[in-house]
Structure formats: C-alpha cells, structure tokens
C-alpha cells in the first residue's frame, strides 16, 4: 500500500438525515479496523463535531486558512486535535463569521495535507450546495449520501443525483438512513429507488434508533465505540463495517488498475 489515504465525504440532500453521527461512528469503525482517521468538520458555519466529541476550542481550518495565506503555516498538525489514540480531528471554525472568510481554494490544499498524513479522511458537510462544499464533493475519492424516507428529502437528492449524472460522477454510495427518523416509513425500498432514479447501496435500520444518543454526545463518546453497540446492534454495526471495507476493497482495485 502507498501512503496516501482516502478521503470520504459523508453529504446528503437535506439537513439533519444522520451526517454528522454517521460521520463519527464510521471513524469507531475505521479506529476499530486499526486506521489512523481524521475527521475534517465542513459545516463550516454550524460544525458540531468537536461540541460532539467535547474537543476542547483550540486551532480551526479557519485557522489554517489564516496562516497558509499569511505565510505563517507551517505544519499541517498544528490545526488537529486528537480524540484518541487513532481519531483526530480538524475542527470547524468557531464562529461562523471566520466561515466567511474561508477561500474554498483551501479545500483543495487541506485535503492534500490530510490524504498524505492519515489513512481514513473522513469529511462532515452541510446539504448547502456552496463553492465550499462542492469543491469537497469534486475532490473526495469517494461520498456517501445519506437519504431518509422523506419525500422531500428524496425529491431532493433526485435533482442532485442527476447533477451528477450530467457531469458523470459515480464515486458516490447512497445509504438510506432509517435510523434517524424510524417513524417515517411512507415509501418501501422500491418506492425509494425509483424516486431518486438510484440504487441504494445500504441501509442503516430503524433498529439503529439510539434512544440514548443524547448521553453519548453530552459524554463526547463516539456510538460504535461503545463495547456493547457491536452486539446489541449487530446488524448496523455490520453494515457500517462493510460500508468501511468496501471503500478500502474498492480504493485497492482503482489502484491495482
Ligand atoms: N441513529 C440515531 N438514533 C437516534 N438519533 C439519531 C441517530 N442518528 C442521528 N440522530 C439524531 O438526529 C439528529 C440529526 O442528526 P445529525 O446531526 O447527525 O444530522 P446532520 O445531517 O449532520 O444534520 P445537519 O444537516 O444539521 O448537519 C441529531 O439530533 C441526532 O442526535
Ligand atoms: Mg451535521
């Protein structure tokens, strides 16, 4: 293996359909499996990330993008936090008036550092199509859309779907997340499918509906870290778990190409 990682963004059509924890419990399952993650919080005006994970406020991409453009950078890890021994983490600004201020050319130039120093980039975003966040979705090798059963919701990625159909871009999955809102089951599989005019790649279950989540994110813990989550939830823990290995299965075969 070379050593330059993968960067995976975790996008949706809508707001609040499960990125944010999605995007956590996919750096457990990557910390499980052994890889160095770092997880890069895009929601530049609203980033939840380090509040999840209760990271202290230090350095910011804000930051980052401060300093490469006064020359004053110098290396990439001073803008990380860690979690924990494999999970770190590159924190949103703090104030979304910093947001503002961020050129989207650093997209590019942060995603370039990270890829080199972690095996697993993992890229929390916002459904907002801004320059910012379509630059990510251009360069991440590869992006995870979640979608729930919600008709606007599905209405929605349908249109972004075909956006990227017209310019041609198939490095994404779609997941459908029922485990967010396990009331809402209007549609079947079918229905779905055929709304979005997509495949579904995987489904993360109404059995996934954490009633406790709240005590998870007040304790900064991350769900699939959790001893007992692997059993309990055996099912979506597997499913996330192949989720994982599909991407490092599938990154292999582009690079054996
Ligand atoms: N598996 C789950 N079980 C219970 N609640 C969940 C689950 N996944 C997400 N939630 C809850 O649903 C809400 C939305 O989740 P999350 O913040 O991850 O969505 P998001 O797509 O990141 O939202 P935004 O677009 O605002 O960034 C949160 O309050 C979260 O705690
Ligand atoms: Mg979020």
């Known amino acids: 293996m070379n050593n330059k990682g993968i ?3 975790v996008a949706s059509a809508k707001g609040g359909v499960g990125k944010t924890i999605t995007t956590l419990n996919l750096a457990g399952i990557f910390e499980a499996l052994g890889k160095r993650v770092l997880i890069i919080d895009f929601d530049l005006s609203g980033g939840g990330i380090s509040a999840a994970l209760n990271i202290p406020n230090g350095k910011s991409s804000y930051h980052f993008c401060y300093d490469y453009n006064n020359n004053s950078y110098q290396e990439f ?13 590159l924190a949103s600004p703090k104030d979304p008036r910093q947001a503002l201020k961020m050129n989207p050319k650093y997209v590019e130039i942060i995603l370039d550092k990270a890829i080199f120093s972690y095996d697993v980039v993992l890229i ?26 919600d008709p606007l919701d599905l209405k ?47 489904v993360l279950s109404k059995d996934f509906y954490i009633k406790n989540i709240d005590s998870f994110i007040m304790n900064g813990k991350i769900i699939t870290l959790d001893k007992k989550v692997a059993s309990v939830f055996a099912k979506d823990y597997t499913t996330l778990m192949g989720i994982a290995t599909d991407i490092f299965k599938e990154g292999e075969l582009h690079e054996d190409a």
């Open 77 to 89: 890890k001073n803008y990380i936090t860690k979690y924990d021994e494999f999970i770190d983490v």
């Open 124 to 149: 929390d975003t916002t459904h907002d199509l801004t320059d910012f966040n379509i630059l990510t979705l251009d360069l991440a090798d590869v992006i995870l859309f979640l979608v729930t059963n």
């Open 7 to 9: 960067s995976i963004c």
């Open 156 to 202: 929605n990625m349908r249109s972004l779907l075909s956006i990227f159909k017209d310019v041609n871009l198939k490095n994404y999955k779609v997941i459908l997340n029922e485990s967010v809102y396990p009331f809402k089951d209007y549609f079947g599989i079918y229905d779905i499918k055929n709304i979005i005019k997509a495949n579904i790649d995987y």
